[in-house]
């Protein structure tokens, strides 16, 4: 917030008097410098505190972007500095923001080495560049700003390439996670479509019944391929599946057919009612 404050009062203090004046272009090196001390600062506290707040994730950037872009401006619209190298500077600064933006979903690319020497570098530059100066001390913040517009672009490439990496393998784990839920969800799909065929299968079993000689007081036995329960009636065995009743009975010539639901009479009962008791 600090940053963002000091904005518009840096670059009233940088174009005061149309930046001709040395004594205001020193406050404005002020400015810039408190605002860059802050920026050095700001992220180490925020997480040995544990203060790191989605607000500071958003405001942190866009209040770099904001004091450095002021004062890159602001130099090359006084003539101190040339505006390719505003837009090479700027033209980096707000891609890599976008691109933080875009992989953000898949994971934050954290500040490197050169991201972070490449600040610094930036900072001095523009600083000295803030300041009226002459004879050597102009040229060695010239070659200062050289060596930071090439750490600008070589940063730059290397973040490019992080997004990259870090965008493929989001991309290589969402994969794998839809494929091992596909993976896990086709064995309950498929259960009751094999519980289906292994019912059919035992219903399809081939199934005789045949009626001993005798009639109905003979024992009548079924036999069948699929599975069942074997029960005893009449001093025979008697198989018949657990799932449904005997049917389609096919009796032997000469046999009064017995109904496939009915029991077999009990051998005490049948003597009983021979001998008309």
Known sequence: MTRLVLVPGFVLLLVHDDGNDPAWRSFAWAAFAIAMITDLFDGELARRYGLVTD???????????????????????????????????????????LMRFWVIRHGVIPASRGGKLKTLTQGVAVGMYILVLTGPLASIRAWIMAVAVVLTVASGVDYVRQAVVLRRAGLAAQAADAAHDETATTPAASAPTATAQGAQGARGGARVSVTAPGGASGATLAATSGPGTGTRAGGAHRAEPADEPVSGAETAPGADPAPASAPAPAPAAERERRQGV
């Not at 500071?56 to 972007?65: R, T």
């Not at 390719?84 to 500077?89: A, L």
């Open 55 to 97: 607000f500071g994730k958003i405001a942190d950037p866009i209040a770099d972007k904001a004091i450095m872009g002021a004062a890159l401006v602001g130099l090359s619209a006084l003539g101190d500095l040339p505006w390719w190298v505003t837009g090479v500077i700027l033209f980096r600064e707000l891609g890599i923001t």
